[in-house]
């Protein structure tokens, strides 16, 4: 079955810019979606079909997918960014979610 | 506005049946499809499948003998139940939505907690 990695945790510092992987096998070819969840809310897209944000997403959130690796890039990190944040795509009619990667903005 | 407001029991003895129902308000039931998703204690998100407003529904192999989905379409609400669980379905579950039978998850409920212990 097709898997969806993500590292466990990245760290960055107010101000500069995040990326956050996601890794299958020539995900290229599919259309990943990342969502932001915080402590006790239910998940948030904030980008679709690998790089589109919706309306109510700040622009410094941007998304890229290539080869067999799908970024999630954050341009000038926020303090209210720090977040898990989970990449999902569809494999046939099954929807498979990486493990997520917890986000720390020092 | 869009809201999905979901409900169900929090404390299930193995062997039981889970159950939670979600409310569509603010949205169309027929355009969209409706899918759950859980997420255990500390771990990712899990999807469990999804349904349309016609009761078409597409399960998740990993839970397919054990789910069934159905839609009232009269209440604009749907429901997950969950067979046979036991302490590994111990987990927040969530209703979402999604456009077509491929699309992102655009808005999501808030959330039941169903713990799972004898």
């Known amino acids: 079955s097709y898997e969806l990695t993500q590292p466990v945790s990245v760290s960055v510092a107010l101000g500069q810019t995040a990326r956050l992987t996601c890794g299958g096998d020539?995900?290229?070819?599919?259309?990943v979606h990342w969502y932001q969840q915080k402590p006790g809310q239910a998940p948030l897209l904030v980008i679709q079909r690998s790089k589109n944000r919706p309306s109510a997403i700040p622009e410094r959130f941007s998304g890229s997918n290539s080869g067999d690796t799908a970024t999630l890039t954050i341009t000038g990190a926020q303090a209210g960014d720090e977040a898990d944040y989970h990449c999902?795509?569809?494999?046939?009619?099954?929807?498979?979610f990486g493990g997520g990667t917890k986000l720390t903005v020092l | 506005q869009v809201h999905l407001q979901q409900w169900g029991a929090g404390l299930l003895k193995p062997s039981e049946t889970l159950s939670v129902t979600c409310a569509l308000y603010?949205?169309?039931?027929?355009?969209?499809?409706w899918s759950w998703i859980r997420q255990a204690p500390g771990r990712g998100l899990e999807w469990i499948g999804q349904i349309t407003q016609s009761g078409s529904a597409t399960y998740n192999p990993s839970f397919k003998s054990r789910v069934t989905m159905s839609v009232d379409t009269s209440k604009k609400q749907f429901s997950l139940n969950l067979s046979s669980v036991i302490a590994a379905d111990t987990a927040v579950y969530y209703c979402a939505r999604g456009l077509t039978r491929r699309s992102p998850f655009d808005s999501w409920g808030q959330g039941t907690l169903v713990i799972v212990s004898s």
């Open positions: 020539n995900i290229g070819t599919k259309n």
């Open positions: 603010g949205t169309s039931f027929s355009v969209y499809q």
């Open positions: 999902q795509a569809w494999d046939s009619d099954t929807s498979i």
